[in-house]
C-alpha cells in the first residue's frame, strides 16, 4: 500500500480528536484517596516484579486508577 499525502493528511485529521482526549490523569497523593490498600498494591506489584525476574512474564505495566485519578502506577 502506497501512502499519498492526502492519506496521511486524512489520517492526521482523524487522529486529532483522539489526542485532544488523551490527557493524564491525576495522581492521588495516596492510594487510600481512592480507596485502595498500600499494603495490598505493594503485595501485587511484589508478584508482579517476581514473575518479570523469574522470567515467568517478559515485562508488565500496572496502572490502577479510581475516580480519575492514578493510585499505581508501574512499569517493568
Do not use: N
Amino acid at each position: 500500500m502506497r501512502i499519498t499525502r492526502r492519506s496521511s493528511i486524512a489520517l492526521v485529521c482523524a487522529l486529532l480528536p483522539v489526542a485532544a482526549l488523551c490527557q493524564p490523569l491525576p495522581v492521588a497523593q495516596r492510594p487510600e484517596d481512592v480507596g485502595f490498600s498500600s499494603a495490598r498494591l505493594e503485595r501485587l506489584r511484589s508478584q508482579m516484579q517476581a514473575d518479570v525476574e523469574s522470567r515467568r512474564i517478559p515485562g508488565a505495566v500496572l496502572l490502577i486508577a479510581r475516580q480519575g485519578r492514578v493510585a499505581s502506577l508501574m512499569a517493568l
